[in-house]
């Protein structure tokens, strides 16, 4: 506190400080869109059964891109502007969400997992863990983009 230089950390992601935008966003395509009918199953284990007749859309990303197996049927992604439950288990390429009220979800859509109103805080949240954790997972193979 005596010096003049002052460590960032994961102020840097928009973490834990009021007022700062994240530097960082998690993003992955959808490679489907499929109907759903009641009582059908997603996901390995079948531990997801539709409730009603619904679509569900599969995203291309899971536990070997960072996305904790904690999240297995857990908090949200953001399409079009709108936010969908993950629904399902997270593999490891893949999760799926319930896109029913999203109908612009379709195959080519970006679907996000941080950013858009979705914090690293909050993915903490829904996977039992702290937005260092959550920011840490992301794997070698999610390609990085950057911009100044």
Known sequence: MALDAVRC??????CDWAGLRPALS???VITQVK???HGASVGYGRTWMAPRDVRVATIAIGYED???RSRSGRGEVAIAGRRAPLV???????VTADVTEVPEARP???ATLIGEGISAEEVAGWSG???YEVLTAIGQRVERRYRE
Do not use: H, K
């Not at 950390?9 to 928009?14: P, Q, V």
């Open 26 to 28: 998690l993003r992955a």
């Open 88 to 94: 399902g288990r997270v593999s490891m390429d893949q």
């Open 35 to 37: 109907n759903v009918p």
């Open 66 to 68: 960072g996305v904790l």
């Open 9 to 14: 950390g994961i102020a840097l992601y928009g």
């Open 129 to 131: 863990t702290i937005s």
């Open 108 to 110: 080519g859509e970006v």
